[in-house]
């Protein structure tokens, strides 16, 4: 299973292109200011394909960015990433194929002021697919990198946005880092909770600590550790984004800041046990921040801590009544975790709870399209892979969708709302339905 | 029964009696050197014994390997034991003293190992849905469903509903050209053999669907080609894109989803059956006879040969060869030309050996 891991070293070295300042535009072609010893590059998609210097400058590229230079080349061009990938399900002409990606890149014919190289939501299943273990995410990117630290090429506007906020404020909607524990705070103490040390500690996430819906999800989370007689803290003001989106979108500088900061902040805490709401920063933070080098100072998904409360018995659970819940299995659960049992163990307990699955369940769930920066991307509807993922939930006969990742959780109610064709469906972060199962327990 | 009383006479132990080893030992018999087979089965012929129809010229397997059993039926010199594997070999002054499963040892100047392979698992590459699904199978049940004699007497019906096939699709390379499943090699007939199987359809039913999902054509040697562009002439569609998934519909029909890589477009198609053409594993008797007799493996788990190449037969241990499929999966014509060079080759050694 491929992961996303750091390259050797994190710093780019990018000989073979120099940035000119003047950008001359000659009639009938598109000059993106690219220079390749002297002469100038031209990548418009008509192009007859000529294969030479230029064709293989982003190969030279990746070359310099610390991959290995045959990463492209060990490509058969065979397909099954692009029938794994769930873009194969949009309808709109011009929808993403990592196998035409990889082609084009290898002979340098990416258009970097186009759109395509911002599709990627970095699910992984292309990953799962490949039989010669082509590194596509890494290498999408990594040259995503290449346009954002070397200004060579476009970036969407909404993502200039959200790496300037980051930058700012540490959290993507320029949000007062001071009210970032508004959430925490608002939690009515237990009889009985001491302040001191407490057992873990909960990373909460910007969307969980900010957004209205969000909140919901990390009150849920707290009211569950609570109820189960468990100290935790929180990093408050300290805890800036986890910087997954940063890192995928391209901005090494923005992640490496976030990083830093975080990293700091958790080791003045000495936190034994990290538990994060949502996969994304679990992973970023257990593959890049040089955590989980020995299992005890880890950082989980808050899943797996929900499991073992739930599995342990030590929530009295009620019973939920009429309901037929579909779990929707985040991507950086299932595909760059495996955790897939965990979810429907939790939901087998909770009583009076009936369970379908959906036609793409476990290692092979269908992305929300929220990674990588699609969170951001603002797709039209009818592009949506959200969309695609809704209508699977209904056909599945589910009437709640259940998930855990925060990511997921809004991007299915941004293309839920105001649309009829799912208002029979509610969706739920899965602390949320364990909350629902407490507050059904009588005496609770 | 042992061989001690007369040392004089070479002995050859031959393991495996499938095609290569049955070659092996008529030629050996052609210079007069006495041969034992050991064969695990209780039959002679191996894999071939069950192909109705090979490639390129459909020719019936089963009958080439009857010649060669009434061939070695007519000499004197070579010896069958069936139901019998090797458990042991030591050695014993200038011999071999191999034991046998069957209690008695034999005193043996070279051994030639020629107990060729074992398909991929098709089971290890979940997405196909095959020992799931019934309608996925495997070649050799595809070769089976062909054959006049097997279970449906040549009937191409389907293992779900016995419904007659009019849709088929065949997967190349399953188990073969991934380093997902740990086979990152090219196990070279299985285009060859879809193609066959793929015509032997077509001429079924003139009327039946056949398409092959393909990543390349490796219809290579003498024949072969043509055969493939033979196929294409009588209806076999090829697509190229390496299928992603099968799923399964209610009626049992499968769902079959690739890229066409050719046209840059998705593809998906619902067939009656599923046929995928799996690749090669090593034989498993191959990791423990290696080490019995101390002999190297190369990476891909077959025998590798001793001198880089310029003694194919030979492995690094003297006195103990190598023939056909143990050293990776090849056309039965390869087969049968392994068997007589290793003979040959064998033939040398023991006559510079002993003088």
């Known amino acids: 299973m491929q992961r996303i891991s750091g390259g050797a070293g994190d710093e780019l070295r990018v000989l073979f292109f120099v940035m000119t300042e003047n950008r001359e535009k000659t009639p009938g072609s598109i000059d993106y200011g690219w220079r390749h010893q002297g002469r100038p590059v031209l990548l418009p998609e008509d192009r007859i394909v000529v294969i030479d210097d230029s064709s293989h400058m982003l190969e030279k590229a990746l070359q310099e960015l610390s991959m290995q230079y045959y990463f492209l080349d060990r490509c058969h061009q065979c397909g099954i990433c692009t029938e794994a990938c769930p873009h194969t399900n949009l309808k709109n002409a011009d929808r993403f194929s990592p196998r035409v990606f990889i082609q084009k890149a290898r002979l340098g014919l990416i258009d970097l002021a186009g759109g395509e190289l911002w599709s990627c939501t970095t699910c992984g299943s292309c990953l799962q697919a490949c039989p010669y273990e082509v590194p596509l995410v890494e290498i999408i990117v990594s040259l995503r990198n290449l346009v954002v630290e070397q200004g060579a090429g476009y970036i969407p506007p909404s993502f200039k946005a959200v790496l300037a906020s980051l930058a700012a404020s540490g959290n993507p909607w320029r949000e007062d880092p001071d009210r970032r524990a508004d959430w925490f705070n608002e939690l009515a103490p237990r009889e009985g909770s001491l302040p001191g040390s407490p057992e873990i500690l909960l990373f909460a996430g910007c969307f969980p600590s900010y957004d209205s819906r969000g909140r919901s999800i990390a009150r849920a989370a707290g009211h569950i550790l609570q109820e189960a007689g468990i100290g935790f803290g929180i990093l408050g003001s300290e805890e800036q984004c986890c910087g997954d989106s940063a890192l995928k979108i391209g901005d090494l500088k923005t992640f490496k800041r976030l990083r830093n900061s975080n990293l700091q902040a958790l080791q003045a805490r000495h936190a034994d046990r990290i538990y994060t709401l949502a996969p994304h920063c679990s992973h970023v933070m257990k593959t890049r921040y040089a955590y989980g080098r020995d299992d005890a100072a880890a950082v989980k998904p808050f899943l797996l801590l929900l499991h073992e409360l739930v599995a342990g018995g030590r929530l009295p659970l009620g019973e939920v009544k009429s309901a037929r819940a579909v779990f929707h299995d985040p991507c950086y659960l299932s595909k760059y975790e495996g955790i897939t049992k965990e979810p429907r163990e939790i939901l087998a307990r909770i009583p009076g709870l009936e369970t379908v699955e959906m036609a793409h369940n476990g290692k092979r769930s269908l992305c929300c399209g929220g990674g990588g920066g699609g969170f951001w991307l603002d797709a039209l509807k009818g592009e949506r892979l959200a969309e695609i993922r809704l209508d699977e939930a209904v056909e599945a006969g589910a009437d709640m969708l259940v998930t855990a990742c925060p990511y997921c959780l809004a991007m299915f109610e941004a293309s839920r709302a105001g649309d009829g064709r799912w208002a029979s469906l509610e969706i739920l972060d899965i602390g949320e339905l364990v909350l629902r199962s407490l507050a059904e327990k009588p005496g609770m | ?355």
């Open chain 2, 1 to 355: 029964m042992t061989n001690r009383t007369n040392e004089r006479a070479p002995l050859v132990l031959i393991v495996g009696g499938g095609i290569t080893g049955l070659k092996a030992a008529l030629t050996l018999d052609d210079f007069e050197i006495p041969a034992v087979i050991v064969e695990k089965s209780g039959e002679l012929g191996g894999k071939v014994r069950g192909y109705a129809k090979t490639f390129p010229d459909f020719r019936s397997g089963r009958a080439l390997v009857s010649e060669l059993v009434e061939r070695v039926d007519a000499t004197e010199k070579i010896r069958v034991l069936r139901h019998c594997t090797v458990s042991g070999v030591r050695t014993e002054g200038d011999l071999y003293r191999v034991h046998l499963s069957d209690g008695t040892s034999l005193g043996v100047h070279a051994v030639i190992l020629a107990f060729g392979f074992e398909p991929f698992d098709a089971t290890r590459q979940e997405e196909y849905g095959y020992g799931v699904y019934p309608n996925v199978i495997a070649a050799q049940e595809l070769e089976a469903l062909l054959d006049p004699l097997g279970p449906t007497k040549g009937r191409l019906l389907r293992p779900s509903d016995g419904k007659p096939v009019r849709k088929a699709a065949i997967i190349f390379c399953v188990g073969s050209r991934s380093k997902r499943t740990d086979s990152p090699y090219c196990s070279r007939i299985c285009c060859s053999y879809s193609t066959k199987q793929a015509i032997e359809i077509k001429e079924a039913d003139p009327d039946a669907q056949v398409v092959c999902f393909y990543m390349d054509i490796r219809t290579y040697d003498r024949g072969v080609e043509e055969m493939h562009q033979y196929a294409r002439e009588i209806g076999v569609k090829y697509i190229r894109g390496r299928v992603s998934d099968c799923s399964p519909l209610p009626d049992g029909d499968i769902l079959v989803r690739a890229e066409n890589t050719l046209l840059g477009k998705p593809v998906q198609g619902v067939f009656d059956l599923v046929s995928l053409s799996v690749g090669m594993m090593p034989s498993p008797d191959t990791a423990g006879l290696a080490e019995m007799l101390g002999i190297e493996l190369g990476t891909d788990g077959f025998f590798v040969s001793a001198d880089g190449g310029l003694s194919p037969h030979d492995t690094a241990r003297e006195g103990i060869f190598l023939a056909g499929a143990v050293t990776g999966l090849k056309p039965i014509r390869d087969c049968i030309l392994e068997g007589t060079s290793a003979g040959g080759r064998v033939a040398a050694y023991l006559r510079r050996r002993r003088g």
